[in-house]
Structure formats: C-alpha cells, structure tokens
T-cell receptor
Framework: DAMVIQNPRYQVTQFGKPVTLSCSQT?????MYWYQQKSSQAPKLLFH???????NEADTPDNFQSRRPNTSFCFLDIRSPGLGDTAMYLC????????????FGSGTRLTVV | QKEVEQDPGPLSVPEGAIVSLNCTYS??????FMWYRQYSRKGPELLMY????GNKEDGRFTAQVDKSSKYISLFIRDSQPSDSATYLC???????????FGKGTKLSVIP
C-alpha cells in the first residue's frame, strides 16, 4: 500500500546531542511536511517542501532543519535538542497542498533526556 | 479567537450509540475540511475529507460541512470500542499548506 513511513518509531537522545528523523513516501506527492505534536496538543507545522522549495514557518526555532534529497525522502535534523523538544514528530505529504490526500505517517516519538 | 474550535471532551458513549463530533471555524478562506482519527502514540489517520460544503458518507462515518454557518460535523453510527480514539477536525485554505486543527475530541466507546 502507498504510504508515509517514519523511522525510527521511538528515539531517545541526550540534551544537546544532534538527532535526525527520517520520512519516506510512496505516494509520489510533491509536498512534504514536518509537524511537531506535544502531549494533548494539536500538531504544529514546522516547515514544508513544495518540490525542492523549502518553506519555514516564522516561529520554527533555528534549531530545527530539514533536508529533502529527492521526492521520496525527507529528514528532520534537530541540531541541539532541548528538553522542550520532547514530542511526537509527524511527517505528512500532499499533492499540491490539496486536502484530499493530506496523509500523515505514524510519527517518531522523540524523548530528550 | 482560535480559527478552529473543537470541544476536547472527553466523550464517553455505550457501544452501538450514534456519536456526533463537531467543530466551528472562523476563517472564510477554508476550502478543505478533514477529520482525522488518532490512536494513542500514533499518527493521525485521515478518515473523511470534504471540499467546500456538503455531506460525504463512508460506511459508518458521515461528514458534513455547512459553510454558511461555518460548522463541521462527523457522525459515527453503530459505534464500536475500536472507535475509541482522539478525533481531530482540520481545515485548509485554497493555496495554503498548513492544516489548522481543532484541539481534538477524545472519544471512548464502552462495551
């Protein structure tokens, strides 16, 4: 089945130690997103790629970076994680930003200790 | 005022009941309306999607959008314990990329 796959499912990292989360998709969608979801809160958009064009949300901390080497893969890099970055990180895809196929992966649960 | 308002519940119903989940929104530019189901520690799963006003039915689920009153609804018929999850309504404007979510309603279906 076509889908959005995130790895790893769970990640524990030390305060200040860089960490990379990965996302791959078989939907051939041209838009890929990274959302952060803290406990009992709605997901919050960090940034998105429209094809190769990177679009950062104004309030996304500089600590968060992203790479999209090709259509299928996207990475989230957290350069110096703080305790407040403990959250679920969700990758999503869509075709041209349309709502009908806006699909999320299962998420990576990141714990910073 | 948050752009999408949703009662967080929790909502508890007996198995077999009809469940009604609702959201209101304030942004007239919203064109796409989605309902996601999210189980604990999992990503949101797209349940229903509606473009503009109207109804859509898929099995036990019916989504309704009334743009005149800015009201979004999801009905679940013959609810099952496996429907126990958090339900998130979300809206998207034409040409926009960021989903605007409600807070989510936590639903428990009791056997």
């Amino acid at each position: 089945d076509a889908m959005v796959i995130q790895n790893p499912r769970y990640q524990v990292t030390q305060f200040g130690k860089p960490v990379t989360l990965s996302c791959s998709q078989t939907l051939n969608h041209n838009v890929m997103y990274w959302y952060q979801q803290k406990s009992s809160q709605a997901p919050k958009l960090l940034f998105h790629y429209y094809d190769k064009d990177f679009n950062n949300e104004a309030d996304t901390p500089d600590n968060f970076q992203s790479r999209r080497p090709n259509t299928s893969f996207c990475f989230l890099d957290i350069r110096s994680p703080g305790l407040g970055d403990t959250a679920m990180y969700l990758c999503a895809t869509s075709r041209d930003g349309q709502g009908g196929g806006y699909t999320f992966g299962s998420g990576t649960r990141l714990t910073v200790v | 005022q948050k752009e999408v308002e949703q009662d967080p519940g929790p909502l508890s119903v007996p198995e077999g009941a009809i469940v009604s989940l609702n959201c209101t929104y304030s942004n007239s530019a919203f064109q796409y309306f989605m309902w996601y189901r999210q189980y604990s520690r999992k990503g949101p799963e797209l349940l229903m999607y509606t473009y503009s006003s109207g109804n859509k039915e898929d099995g036990r689920f019916t989504a309704q959008v009334d743009k005149s009153s800015k009201y979004i609804s999801l009905f679940i018929r013959d609810s099952q314990p496996s429907d126990s999850a958090t339900y998130l309504c979300a809206s998207l404007g034409a040409g926009s990329y960021q989903l605007t979510f409600g807070k989510g309603t936590k639903l428990s279906v009791i056997p």
